[in-house]
C-alpha cells in the first residue's frame, strides 16, 4: 500500500484503467472537481479506460449523456460498463421470451424492452399476469411505491420458481454530503431474505463486472491483467473486487473513504489497496 | 415429539398454557371456529393462560376489545403479552424522557406516551428535532410512507448514538391465505444491516417474552416451569422460544406449519415441539 | 454516557452490581491489582454483588476455588452464574433421562452428571452409542481432539434430531495480551451453519443470564431493576445484554476495550453504557 | 425446467460441456458406474469437455492422475480447471515474491511453489516468521493440526494486513454415503468470521471460476455461451454458478440431490436448472 501524491503517476503506469463512477469521477454536487484534466492526459497519452459501475438505473447512453451535461464530453456510452448491461447478457441468454417484471424507473426498464421482452412494473402485478412472469429485476429504488411494490415482490418470489435478478449490489447510496438513501439492493437484501431463495446479483465486487470490462479489451487487443489498474471510492466493491479479478487498485479519497478513516478501514477490513491516492484529478502543473 | 389428537389432552397435563395469537386463536378470516370451547374449558378446570404475542401495533386493551368483538370474552387485557409490553418496559427503565421516534400507526404510539415521553411519527422527523430524540422505535409496518420513513430511519440512526427498538421479530406475517407482507421485523432488519448498529429487539423466541409472563405468574403464587406449556404454530419463533425457556410446547397445524409440511421442517430445522397437536380448539364431545 | 473517575461512585449509586469475570476482575496475568478492595468496600457497604459469566468450562465451585488461589476469597460459588448453570437448568427441564453428548473437558461434564444423565465424549460417539444419545452440548474449546470431535458433531446432528445448546457465546477469547483461541461459541457456529439446524445458545447478551442472577435476589428480597447496573469490559455482551435487560451499564476499559477505542466503538456498534470507567478497581485513598 | 432420461440427449444439444467432480464423475466408492461412456461419446461426436472443480487439495497433474488408476484415462489435466488453480493465478498477479503461509496438505503447496514462492505450513507459522507472510491460503482440511492451525490462522489475520484466500468454497463434503467432512471453506468460514476481515473466494458458484474454462476455449476458438452446458449434482454451486454466468444446467441426481428431494430443494432455494437427468452416464444402447 503506496501513497500517490499525484494521480498522473498512476496513468503512467497503467495501459489501461478502470474508473468507479460515483465518489471518483462525480459526487452529488456535480463534477469532482478538475477530472476532465485527468482524461486530457488520458486522451493525450492515448490510454484506454472504461468506467465501471454499479449503476443500473440508466441505459449506457443515458449515463453517458448525465456526464456530457456536466461538462465532461470525454465519456462515451462505449467506456460504460454497468451492472444492467450484465443483467440484460442475463435475460438475453436465460429468457428468451415473456414478461419480465422489475423494481425502478420507466428509464431502467430500458434493459428489458431492448432484447424484446415484455416489461411490468412491480406495481401493475397482479393475479392475472403473475403466472406469466418468467423473472423478477431490481433495478432501481425509484420509480415505484415501496410499500406496495415489496409486497407485490415478495409474494411473487414466493408462488413462482422463477429467477430473481439484482442489478445493484450496493445496499445504500449517498445523496448529500449527510444522507444515504436505500438503494434497490438493500431493499432486495430484505426481499430475499423473507422469501428464503436466492437471488442473482451482479455489480462490483463480483467478478464478472471486470471481465466485462476485459472482455471489451480484448476484443480488439490482447492484454495482461498487469496492464490494468482499478479506481475506486468504496473498499468493499471497487478494491476488494479489483483485487480479487487479479488488478492493482487505487483508493481515492474523494467520496466514501474519508482521509481521516482510511488506515482504520484497511486494517479493520483486511482490503488492501495497491494505491492511495487522493483524488482520480491530475494536478493542472502537471502536464 | 408425540401426536396429541385432542388439545383436552394437553390442557389437562399442565397448570398454566401460554397461547401464541396468530395461527393459533385467530387468522385473517377471523376466530380459530370452536377456539372459544378451550377457553370454556379453561375456565371450567381453572386452569391459568396467557397470550404471548410478537404483536406491537396495539396496546393490550385494544388487543383484547378485538378478541371481543370476534366473540370471545375470555381474553381480557391482563391476559395478554405483548413484545410492545418489553418494549414499554425497556423505555421505563432506559429513557426516562424526551421524544421518542417511531415508525408505526398512531395506535402504536401508545406505547411511548402512556409513560409520558414524547412520540414522533418517523415521517415528522427532520434536521430540528433530530437531536433532541432519544430512541428510535420499530411498532408496526403501517402508519407511515416506507420510503420517506425508511430513509430518515437510516439517517437518524448513522447521526445519533441512541437505542434503536425493535418490538417485533418477525420478518413477515400472513395477511390472506395466500399472501405475506413484510413485518416491521423485516424492515428494521433491512436498516440495522445498512446502519451497522446493533438493534435491540423484543419479542418470541427471545426468552424476556416468556419471563414476562412467568412473572405474571410468580406475583400472584409460586410455580415450577414444568406446570407451564407453550401453545403455537411457528416453529421459528413460539416453539425455539419456549423449549429454550424450558417449558414443554405444542406445534398446532392450524397456522404457520401445515400438516403436509411438519415432518420435514422439524427434522430441517431441529427445533422439535414435545407434542403435536392439529388445533388449540377442545372438541365438543370431550366436555 | 459518563465518565466515572472512580469505581467507588458506581458502588455507592446502586444496591446490587453484576460483574463480568474475564477483563473485569481477572485476566491472564491474575486479579486485576487493585480488585480485592471492590470486594473489601462492597462488603463494608453491605452491597450484593454476582459474577455473571459466560464461562461453562467449569462448574461454580472450581470456578470460585480459582479465584480463591488468586487470592480473592470474597467470591464463593453462591455469588456465580454461569451459563453452564442455564444449561443444566435446561437439561434438568427437557432432558430427563439417558445420555448426552458433550464437546469439552472431563470438568465441564459435571453439569450433566450432576443431574444423573450419562455424559459421553464427542470423540467417543460412534455408531453403536449414536441412537441413545439425547443432546449435544458444547461447553469448552479443550478437552477433545478438534477434528475428530467436530466431525462427528456435524454427523450426529445431521442424523439425529436432537437438541444442541451451545453454553457459551463467544467465538473467541483471550489467552495472552496478544493472542485470541477460538472459543466453543465459534466451533459451534460453524458446525450449526455446516448442519442448517438451530442451535440453543445460552450467555450473554442473552437476558436469561441476567434474569437467572435477577431471581437470586428475588427469592430474598425485593428489588427493582433500576438498583442494579452491570460491570463489563465488552460492548457486545456485557453491555449490551445489560442494557436490553432493563439494567443501568459500566464499561470498563481493563479488558476487551481499549481506552483508545471506546469512543470509536460505542459510535459504530450504537450500545451506549450508562457509565465508563477505567476499572472495577476501587482507589485506596477512597475508603 | 425439462426431465430429460438419457444423457446422450443432453450432449447432443451443445458443444462444449462443462462438468462438476464429485457426486457426477466419481463419489466415494469410486467412477460413478457407465461414466466412461459419456467419455467415449464425447470422443466420438468430438465435443469439448472442461472438469470446473472446487478442489484445491491437488494439482491438475495429480487430479487427472486420480482418474486414470481409477480407470478413467479421457481426463487429462489440461481439461481440469479448479479453484486452486484460480488461487494461483491471484498469487501470480498479485503477490510477486516471499512467504505464503497455508492450511492443507504438502501436495496442495504446489500451488504457491510453483510460482517460485515459499510456503509454510500454518503450523509452522511463529513470532519470527510471522511479519515475512505475504499471504494466507486456505487450500486443505487435510494436513494439519486444526487446533493450533486454526487458532495461529486467527493471530496471523488479526496481527498482520494480508490477503486471505479460501480457495475452496465448500464448508462440507461427503466421506462415505452417511457421513460429511468439514471442508477448508466451513474452517475459513469461522476464522473470518471471528477476524472481522474480508477473505477472498475462488470457486463455485463464483462466475470466476467459469470464465477460466470459457477462456481456455477463446484462446483456440469462438465461442457463445449459448453452446455450453454446466453439469453438476449441487443446487448452490453447479447450477447456480452456471445459470448466473449465462449457462445452460443440467442438475444429475448422482450425488448430492436425491431424487426424491429434488423438486422441494428447487422451488425452496429458487435455483433451477435448465435440465433435471438421473446421471450424467450415457446409456449403453444409445451409441
Keep these: 500500500m503506496k501513497r500517490i501524491d499525484n494521480f498522473k503517476a498512476i496513468i503512467d503506469k497503467y495501459n489501461v484503467i478502470f474508473f468507479d463512477a460515483f465518489g471518483v469521477l462525480k459526487n452529488y454536487q456535480g463534477l469532482v472537481p478538475g477530472i476532465e484534466r485527468t482524461f486530457e492526459y488520458l486522451a493525450q497519452q492515448k490510454k484506454e479506460y ?28 462505449d467506456r460504460i460498463i454497468s451492472s444492467g448491461m450484465l443483467t440484460k447478457e442475463y435475460l438475453y ?5 415473456g414478461m419480465v417484471a422489475y423494481l425502478g424507473t420507466e428509464g431502467s ?8 421482452l415484455h416489461p411490468i412494473p412491480i406495481n401493475e402485478v397482479n393475479e392475472s399476469n403473475m403466472d406469466k412472469i418468467k423473472a423478477l429485476l431490481f433495478l432501481d429504488d ?14 411473487l418470489m414466493r408462488k413462482r420458481t422463477i429467477p430473481a435478478i439484482v442489478a445493484n449490489t450496493d445496499h445504500a447510496y449517498p445523496v448529500t454530503i449527510h444522507d444515504l438513501s436505500v438503494a434497490v439492493g438493500g431493499l432486495a ?12 446479483r451482479f455489480g462490483k465486487p463480483d467478478s464478472q463486472m471486470f471481465m466485462f470490462a476485459y472482455d471489451l479489451i480484448r476484443d480488439h487487443r490482447p492484454i495482461s491483467k498487469k496492464e490494468i489498474v482499478m479506481v475506486g471510492d468504496t473498499l468493499q ?3 476488494l473486487g479489483g483485487n480479487k479479478f487479479g488488478l492493482d ?7 466514501n473513504t474519508l482521509p481521516k478513516d482510511v488506515d482504520t478501514r484497511v486494517t479493520a477490513s483486511g482490503i488492501v489497496p495497491t494505491y492511495i491516492c487522493d483524488s482520480a484529478v491530475v494536478q493542472p502543473e502537471m502536464f
Design 50 to 77: 472504461y468506467i465501471v459501475t454499479n449503476d443500473a438505473s440508466r441505459s449506457p447512453v443515458q449515463l453517458a449523456s448525465s456526464y456530457h451535461k456536466m461538462g465532461l464530453h470525454a465519456i462515451t456510452p
Design 109 to 116: 426498464a430500458h434493459y428489458i424492452e431492448s432484447l424484446g
Design 142 to 155: 425509484e420509480g415505484f411505491d415501496w410499500k406496495d411494490g415489496l409486497n407485490k415482490a415478495i409474494n
Design 237 to 239: 466493491t471497487d478494491i
Design 249 to 255: 487498485t487505487v483508493l481515492v479519497l474523494s467520496g
Design 189 to 200: 437484501m430484505m426481499v430475499e431474505n423473507i422469501v428464503g431463495k436466492k437471488f442473482i
Design 93 to 97: 441468454l436465460k429468457v428468451p421470451d
